[in-house]
């Protein structure tokens, strides 16, 4: 296992998970195996929006979540985290207005959702929701384009500033490795969130 820096805040008891590990069957086509090395105090959020057997793999996802406590969200997808006893949803950016009509109908659950500026960040920080996935950090695989400089990344200035701005617990997403996640440390984040990152040997 990596030992990750520990930048996040879910010893503070903010109820959060430590660390986030987001499925993505072109980059981890085995989500399972990933899932049995994640220490306890993670969260696992269910993307994969294509596969064609999603209810199945979520399912098995959720067991094997619950097996290793867990938090398990399915993304974008509410009737299908109902189906599935999820712990809650992840919402994509264009999606976070329902946050408020998810809240009232499962008082318990997590939700998060993607930010990928500070206009985002704000519109999150007044809906019910518990935290904010900001990308893309560094250059990621997800988006060649970032590696180009077509597409910006935040970088640690800027994730640092989207800190600042908001009581929003935050999570850094994109190009996160076991090397530049240490460039975190200190930044008030709560946590780190990846797809792959957490798998780099």
Request: net charge negative; proline share 5%; glycine share 10%.
């Amino acid at each position: 296992h990596i030992k990750w820096p520990q930048v996040g805040l879910s010893e503070l008891g903010y109820g959060l998970p430590s660390g986030v590990f987001i499925t993505d069957n072109r980059a981890q086509p085995a989500p399972e195996q990933e899932i049995e090395k994640l220490p306890k105090g993670f969260g696992v959020i269910f993307r994969d929006y294509d596969h064609p057997e999603r209810e199945r793999l979520g399912c098995l996802l959720r067991q094997r979540c619950r097996d290793a406590q867990l938090d398990f969200l399915v993304a974008g997808d509410v009737q299908l985290a109902e189906k599935l006893g999820a712990d809650g949803v992840h919402l994509p950016e264009f999606q976070m207005t329902q946050a408020k009509t998810i809240r009232a109908d499962h008082l318990d659950w997590l939700i998060t959702v993607a930010c990928h500026d500070s206009v985002a960040v704000r519109k999150a920080a007044g809906l019910d929701i518990d935290a904010g996935l900001v990308a893309p950090v560094f250059a990621t695989e997800s988006h060649p384009e970032t590696h180009s400089g077509r597409q910006p990344t935040l970088g640690l200035s800027g994730v640092c500033s989207l800190v600042r701005e908001t009581d929003l617990p935050l999570y850094a997403l994109g190009g996160i490795t076991k090397d530049n996640a240490r460039q975190l440390t200190g930044s008030g984040v709560a946590g780190l969130a990846a797809i792959r990152g957490f798998c780099v040997a």
